[in-house]
């Protein structure tokens, strides 16, 4: 047997930073070795761009005018955002099953990496989906006529948004870890990209129904980028339509803050 | 390492614990928990499906925090010097923490940096495990395609990376065929023999047997009994030798024959022709058994030595059943069950 128990070789300290990169690279492997899932992943929403646009879209009138293809293109967009959370929450269910979890807790490496690793794997592959999304909406006649720093302004508040709901995620996935759980997200997060005005404008429901459809924070991410896109926004006013870029910055903070700590404490719940 | 001197004799130890104390409501999952393991020794953590053998080794590991009670590790307090443990330490769980997707390779690789390795030291010490645990024709595959013996051999490799003083293993052999469990025991003994401690749980006694320098008997969160396995066997008695002869009509006249010979009392069932006679531990049993059996010219249709098991373990030890049954899902404990159960004695 060879044993290299004399030869420890130059080790670097503990450096959060690196660490989360190494967990990230992992997940980027992923893409590598196994493409299809990723693949599928981004096949699914060029298939909802193409079903709302096309099989629905011709139906649907946006509310003040305008193109329905480019109203619904900020909307799948933020939908895709969404989405994200369901990954989120299966990769940390998947790994505290495995016990890859636990055998990073057992390493001398800094805690927060196993969380900030996932962050920089999934932000990447939410960027990766935008992008995505963005060249099939401009082949099927998305329009932007916004300028480059507005544009530039609305992706970044839709990643903000997939930021926030990130730490949702690893929340539900580290408090809530069998298989259940993870199917009823799967299923739970269908309702919420759809109460909102993602496909519709609120204006055209119910009136109680397009409250909630306005409120749902969601919605803020998808008009402010509307507005910066310069699309139509379907919206006849009011102090969300008017507020919309600041509601879009405020409502993932919210939902930062509040799931954040959320998330801290769950992890270190892991050592009661 | 910390020496500790006892008033007989001056030992190393890698690992000490003294009451430790862990509830989760009102399962008192380690109720005084002791323990020192000797520096460079193989100890065996021995008991059945929730004696708190794996609360045991995550406190250890400090994957959780412990009530009460202290420990060190390769002379670390668990409590105050967590990251320093966990410099030292290797963990091998239950289940294999590995990536699936990624190849054997990868996964080492990904470990080792994590471990603090640059990527070109990483990639050298992974080819040197891969060799090591003969993994080196797998290691482009992904984990997903290897079988379970090499599963486990990769998931104690990435234990490896930085040669812990203290290797925890927790039931390492769960699971596996007996091939991918002879390939794992031979990983855990080539461990040791490099100077590395090891921690093993395990619910089988021959397991511990095989491996262990000394063994601890677990049971309620406590441990019940500590001993070398021959001492362990030796408060358990050895076995049963059973004969099952071939002519149902010379069982009496076997069974004293053999009585005599062996000096215990030999119990005789006709239904199954068989006599079953209670052996001391590392006798030469069944060497006399055959004599006996030749000189008397009776044929054997099949002869046996059963070994205690572990619920005879607990039996012994405690008087009073496991705090949980022992019977997991896999085959190898099956037979143990059907075996232990064939070996009730008939009046």
């Given at each position: ?7 420890e ?7 959060a930073?690196r ?19 990723p ?39 933020t ?20 016990g ?9 490496i ?47 508040l ?8 990130l730490?949702v ?15 009823a ?11 909102s005005?993602l496909?519709?404008?609120p ?12 409120w ?7 008009t402010?980028?509307r ?6 926004t ?8 008017d ?14 803050l ?7 404490r ?6 009661a | ?19 430790l ?13 002791d ?75 990904m ?71 002879n ?19 395990t ?24 001993g ?21 009509t010379?069982l009496?006249?076997?069974a ?12 005789v ?79």
């Amino acid at each position: 047997m060879t044993t290299t128990q004399d030869v420890e070789p130059e080790l670097r300290r503990s450096n959060a930073l690196r660490e989360s990169w190494i967990i990230t690279q992992r997940d980027l492997l992923h893409w590598v070795r196994q493409p299809a899932g990723p693949i599928f992943n981004l096949l699914f929403s060029i298939m909802l761009l193409l079903m709302f646009g096309f099989l629905f879209g011709g139906a649907i009138e946006v509310p003040g005018g305008g193109d329905y293809i480019s109203f619904l293109l900020p909307g799948m967009l933020t939908l895709a955002m969404l989405f994200g959370l369901e990954s989120t929450m299966l990769a940390m269910t998947t790994d505290a099953a495995k016990g890859i979890t636990n055998r990073f807790r057992s390493m001398p490496i800094s805690s927060s990496a196993i969380v900030l690793g996932r962050s920089g794997a999934d932000m990447a592959s939410s960027v990766l989906g935008l992008a995505v999304l963005f060249g099939g909406g401009l082949l099927i006649g998305w329009q932007i006529s916004g300028e480059v720093g507005a544009v530039v302004l609305a992706v970044f508040l839709l990643l903000w948004l997939r930021f926030a709901l990130l730490w949702v995620g690893i929340f539900l996935g580290l408090r809530f870890r069998g298989a259940g759980a993870t199917a009823a997200i799967q299923v739970l997060v269908w309702p919420v990209g759809f109460l909102s005005n993602l496909f519709v404008a609120p204006e055209t429901m119910p009136g109680w129904l397009g409250a909630v459809a306005e409120w749902n924070p969601i919605s803020a991410t998808a008009t402010a980028a509307r507005e910066l896109f310069g699309n139509p926004t379907g919206s006849m006013g009011g102090i969300l339509a008017d507020n919309a870029v600041l509601m879009a910055a405020l409502w993932p903070l919210v939902i930062t803050l509040v799931f954040l700590p959320l998330s801290a404490r769950a992890y270190r719940k892991l050592r009661a | 390492m910390p020496t500790v001197h006892s008033p007989h004799q001056s030992l190393t130890y890698s690992l000490i614990a003294s009451g430790l104390q862990k509830s989760y409501g009102d399962t008192h999952a380690l109720d005084g928990f002791d323990l020192r393991v000797a520096a460079g020794s193989i100890h065996g953590l021995l008991g059945p499906n929730g004696a708190g053998k794996s609360t045991a080794v995550s406190a250890l590991c400090t994957l959780i925090d412990v009530d009460d009670g202290s420990a060190t590790v390769a002379g670390l307090d668990i409590r105050s010097s967590g990251k320093q443990v966990r410099e030292r330490i290797g963990l091998v769980g239950q289940a294999a923490a590995l990536d699936d997707i990624l190849g054997g390779r990868q996964n080492l690789v990904m470990f080792g940096r994590l471990f603090g390795l640059r990527s070109s030291a990483a990639r050298a010490r992974a080819d040197e495990l891969l060799h090591q645990f003969g993994l080196t024709d797998a290691a482009e595959r992904p984990v997903s395609t290897y079988s379970g013996g090499m599963r486990r051999r990769l998931d104690i490799a990435a234990s490896l990376i930085r040669t812990p003083a203290v290797l925890f293993l927790d039931e390492p052999t769960t699971g596996l065929d007996p091939r991918g469990r002879n390939e794992v025991w031979r990983a855990v003994r080539q461990i040791a023999e490099s100077g590395t401690t090891v921690l093993l749980t395990t619910q089988h006694l021959d397991e511990a047997d095989q491996l262990a320098d000394r063994i601890s008997v677990m049971n309620h969160g406590r441990v019940i009994a500590e001993g070398t396995p021959k001492q362990l066997k030796r408060r358990l008695g050895g076995g049963r030798i059973e004969v099952m002869l071939e002519d149902g009509t010379r069982l009496t006249e076997a069974a004293r024959l053999l009585g005599e010979a062996l000096g215990t009392t030999a119990v005789v069932d006709d239904y199954s022709r068989t006599v079953t006679l209670e052996v001391p531990p590392g006798g030469t049993g069944l060497m006399s058994v055959v004599r006996v059996l030749d000189g008397a010219a009776l044929t054997a249709d099949d002869i046996a030595l059963r070994r205690p098991t572990l619920d005879e373990v607990f039996l012994a030890l405690t008087d009073m059943p496991p705090a949980a049954s022992v019977a997991d899902s896999s085959p190898d404990s099956a037979d143990r069950t059907a075996e232990s159960a064939d070996n009730k004695e008939t009046p």
